[in-house]
């Protein structure tokens, strides 16, 4: 019989290797197989050098893989006792499908960890001097997606405008209807915004603006399908940035996807 | 002329140094002084041997150092150019006070850097099986504390019970007055809660049960003030733990402060 293999849903981070937890690291250097999703970073190909790497990532232009197809690469990789990472950018708890990846693991009894990431909704304003909590503007934010409009609607109708930091992940193609449905609500026209596209990547770019802006914001192409974070409130006004020059990493290559 | 300090804002992640960043642990390498706010792990000492720790922490029983003189000591230990982390439990943007540190520290024109961290709002329940989002169950979650109780009465007001997960962060005295006024809300009294206390150090602590009976859980004195996430909605009745048995981290002596 086969030793047990392990599958670790991993947290990659906002993308940079700086942001691998050191418990991620560990494991991708332990890994057989590493299912990525998003573009990664060289650093962090290197880290997994002699794992078989497989892109499994939904991305325009590409063949669709299902997230069925996912989880059985997981659960066969696994039954034959290989040490597996799937790697996810951010957290894998928070939008990443982590939690149905987690229960077809357990329902096929393949051994499984969570390994919790440093999410994009947080550092990617951070990196960009935007604290969602800030003392006297915001001791509360929410965490949303456009993807879901039925939830992301009935939030906004919900929220008093202002009242806490609007944070949408997975949005930039919906920035347009958002800004709408917060004007409409009552958000005023010159709310803070910020757009931000590959955080800690090479392909990052930062808009700051005025909420009636933003449907407007055209980020070069090469940042457009970057994972994008929106930030609406008072605290995008905010620009905390560093007085230190070394972030964002500049030292960077290209970001390659081995295919 | 000294050269230059940098004063790294650095987020620690929810206790152990498996979810410390790679960029925290070379920060706390070079660090000459750290300043920390809770108890440290004996393995997060070990990476910053050769610095100066300082528990600059507001606990119970101990005398208060306010956030204006924590700003002054990270100033004056810029100002001489020494290597200094302002070391912060979960991410020091997330009610962190980072925002304040950092202004003070741009106004006086020291060199800084904000590290983000894994977020305990976000952490801690994945380490107890709990997933924030988790496709047709919850597609958004707020994250709130009951220390602001203007903002956190408000939004409790304005959500529509069960819309969003609820999160919330420094609530654990509060967990009562939480209850209640979700419950007057309209919450069910069935909706599932837990309560999180201490995730990823030895003092460790779940309690899971219907939102009725959040008042009336009890933790152990050694848990009581370790800090605790409260999670409210139909997410915490998820349970993804973890069949391979290495978490939560098994291998720890018990926490220790410096002095």
């Known amino acids: 019989m086969k030793p047990a293999g392990l599958v670790s849903l991993v947290g990659a981070g906002p993308g940079h290797p700086d942001y691998l937890t050191q418990k991620a690291v560990r494991r991708l250097r332990e890994a057989d197989l590493v299912l990525h999703d998003a573009l990664v970073d060289p650093g962090v190909l290197a880290i997994a050098e002699r794992a078989e790497w497989v892109d499994v990532g939904k991305r325009a232009g590409r063949p669709q893989i299902s997230q069925e197809a996912i989880q059985r690469l997981l659960i066969d990789a696994g039954s034959k006792g290989r040490r597996v990472v799937r790697l996810k950018g951010g957290d894998p708890f928070v939008f990443g499908r982590g939690g149905e990846e987690a229960l077809a693991l357990r329902q096929a009894g393949i051994p499984f960890e969570i390994v919790p990431g440093v999410s994009s909704a947080i550092a990617a304003p951070a990196l960009a001097g935007i604290p969602l909590t800030h003392r006297g503007v915001a001791s509360a934010f929410v965490v949303v997606t456009t993807a879901d409009k039925a939830v992301s609607t009935a939030l906004i109708e919900a929220l008093p405008p202002g009242l806490v930091t609007i944070v949408a992940l997975m949005s930039f193609g919906n920035r347009a209807a958002l800004a709408t449905q917060l004007l409409d609500r009552g958000w005023p026209a010159q ?40 930030v609406v409130g008072a605290v995008a006004s905010l620009d905390l940035s560093l007085v230190h020059g070394e972030l964002p990493p500049i030292a960077l290559a290209s970001s390659v996807a081995r295919e």
Chains 1, 2 share one sequence.
């Open 191 to 230: 709310t803070p915004a910020a757009l931000l596209l590959g955080a800690a990547t090479p392909r990052q770019w930062t808009w700051r603006g005025a909420l009636n802006a933003l449907a407007a914001c055209e980020p070069p192409a090469e940042s457009a399908d970057a994972p994008g974070t929106i």
